[in-house]
């Protein structure tokens, strides 16, 4: 099944720096990854995806990048902010919801 | 979150008794998730659903069983609660899945 492995699990960042979190995936098959944010008492919510047909996808201050080759996707925030605090969440699945794996999360922690 | 609740929030319940989470929709979508989230572990499914008594297990369901009766409802049940399902409960639904995953609020399920 997929194994997901995402570092690092805390991060630290100046406000206004920039943040990146790298995950791996094992299963060659997966071909969808999105990534999550949780902020402290709420569910998880969705902030971008990218399905493998793509290299890098942006929206605003977040992008992700994907590496099918290497098997490996990054999440990558700029000019953070104290509202970008929160645990992230990397996955990775097929288009078809098998194994749909979560990475262990990593902690963000912008400070003013 | 809009259009998902989750019930109870938190709840503390006794070793071998049982206990049933309750997740309401009301986007009428057609897909249904239970995750478990504990620490290093981040989120690992228990049970999934693709339509009104349409189940299937995920990748930690022993100890666990659901229905979905109605397309708004989807159960949680514990038969027998032991020490080691204390954790925080999500519930997420989809229209089309794996994509757009929203989650519930969690429910934080204590067993002492």
């Known amino acids: 099944g997929e194994n997901v492995e995402q570092h690092p699990s805390t991060l630290s960042v100046q406000e206004g720096d920039s943040a990146v979190i790298k995950c791996t995936y094992s299963d060659s098959a997966s071909n969808y990854f999105p990534w999550y944010k949780q902020e402290l008492g709420k569910g998880p919510q969705l902030i971008i995806d990218i399905r493998s047909n793509v290299g890098e996808k942006k929206d605003q201050r977040i992008a992700v990048t994907l590496n099918k080759t290497a098997k490996h996707f990054s999440l990558h925030i700029t000019e953070t902010q104290p509202e970008d605090s929160a645990v992230y969440f990397c996955a990775a699945t097929t288009s078809y919801g098998q194994n749909f794996v979560f990475g262990p999360g990593t902690r963000l922690s912008v400070l003013p | 979150d809009a259009g998902i609740t989750q019930s109870p929030r938190h709840k503390v319940t006794e070793t071998g008794t049982p206990v049933t989470l309750r997740c309401h929709q009301t986007?009428?979508?057609?897909?249904m998730y239970w995750y478990r989230q504990d620490p290093g572990h981040g989120l690992r499914l228990i049970h999934y659903?693709?339509?009104?008594?349409?189940?299937d297990k995920g990748e930690v369901s022993d100890g666990y069983s659901v229905s979905r009766s109605k397309t708004e409802d989807f159960l949680l049940t514990l038969e027998s609660a032991t020490s080691s399902q204390t954790s925080v409960y999500f519930c997420?639904?989809?229209?089309?899945?794996?994509?757009?995953?929203?989650f519930g609020s969690g429910t934080r399920l204590t067993v002492v």
């Open positions: 659903s693709y339509g009104v008594k349409d189940t």
């Open positions: 986007e009428n979508h057609r897909y």
């Open positions: 997420a639904i989809s229209e089309n899945s794996p994509y757009g995953y929203t």
